[in-house]
Every structure is written in C-alpha cells, then in structure tokens.
C-alpha cells in the first residue's frame, strides 16, 4: 500500500505575505514596463535605423543579464556567506539576504525585468522594421521582419541559455559580487 504525501497548511502570515509581494510586484511591473516602454519609444523614434539596432542588443543583454542573477540567486548556496560573513568580509551579508529572499530575487529578475525586455525588444524590432520598410519593397519589408523577429528570439534564448549554465556553475561568485557592490553602493549614497 503505497503513503500518501499531504502537505501541512502554511502560516496564515506567509499567505498574507505572499499576496502582499504579489500585489507589490503587479504593481512594480506596471510602472516600470510603462516607463521603460516610454523611454524606449521615445528613444527609437528619433534615431537611425544603426542606433535603434544598438538599443535592441542592449534590451536583450540587459535580459540576460537579469536572468543570469534569477538563476544564480535561486542556485546559490547560503553556507559560504556565513563563513564569509563571520570573517567581516564586504558584501557577505547583503549576499545571505539576497539568498534568503531567492524567490523575490528570481522573480523580479527572470520575471518582472526579463518579460519586459522581452516584450522592449520586441517593440524595438517593430520600430526598426518600420523604418526599413520605408526603404524596401513590401516583400523585402516582410523577408527583414521575418529574420529580425527570428534574430532576437535566437539571440535572446541562446544568451540565456548560455547565461544559466554561467550562473548555476559560478553562483556563488555572481551572488557574493552583487553582495559586494551594493554594500559599496550603500557606502557610498550612506544607506544602511
């Protein structure tokens, strides 16, 4: 006879918590993707065909960038922190709070800053589709949206892909730098 496996009911503080951050997250990611969705609009329309190209290769790194710290913070370990932590080494306890609160990490990076630079990017091809189907045929204009679509879809699954096997085989290092700099940071602007 095979056990079944319940699951205990959860405190009624964490729920609460937890439909606080989503709330909290719901509305961040409507700010911030409005804003960067106006700055960016802002941006591609006035430019080069050259310069929008530029802007759309930074969206996607930025992506990338932020789903290599989801992935590193969710694949961290805490126990070398403390032992760094013990020892009052720079950035050690900023990296054990950013491994205990792994999930709000991973998701504001992979979910909130990764989906709008999915959706940034996206748009950034439409506007430079846009612009060069001023200068080519309607044929032309579809062949080039076919490719660009094709490119950054490429470029932004193989840079992530690439980016998580960095940061699961490296994510104590990712983890401890980010500790490291925003501690500088806080020095820097005395937030404590």
């Avoid at 205990?8 to 951050?21: D, I, L, M, R, T």
């Avoid at 430019?47 to 929008?52: H, I, K, S």
């Avoid at 612009?131 to 490429?154: D, H, Q, V």
């Avoid at 992530?160 to 104590?172: L, P, R, V």
Wanted: hydrophobic letters at 50%; a positive charge; aromatic letters at 8%.
């Amino acid at each position: 006879m095979k056990k079944k496996f319940k699951l205990g009911k959860k405190k009624s503080s964490g729920s609460n918590f937890s439909k606080k951050w989503v709330l909290q997250i719901i509305f961040l990611t409507f700010f911030v993707s409005g804003g960067l969705s106006l700055i960016s609009e802002v941006l591609l329309r006035n430019v080069q065909v050259l310069v929008a190209f530029i802007i759309l290769i930074t969206i996607v790194m930025i992506g990338i960038i932020f789903d290599i710290i989801g992935v590193a913070v969710t694949a961290a370990d805490e126990t070398p922190f403390h032992s760094m932590s013990s020892k009052k080494v720079i950035g050690a306890k900023t990296s054990i709070n950013m491994v205990r609160n792994a999930s709000k990490i991973s998701n504001f990076c992979n979910d909130v800053v990764g989906d709008i630079c999915s959706i940034l990017s996206g748009a950034a091809g439409a506007v430079i589709i846009a612009k060069l189907s001023l200068s080519y045929s309607p044929y032309a204009s579809t062949i080039s949206s076919i490719i660009l679509s094709a490119t950054i879809a490429a470029l932004t699954v193989g840079g992530k892909a690439i980016g998580k096997y960095i940061a699961i085989n490296q994510s104590t290092s990712i983890i401890y730098e980010l500790g490291y700099i925003a501690e500088e940071l806080g020095k820097l602007v005395k937030i404590k």
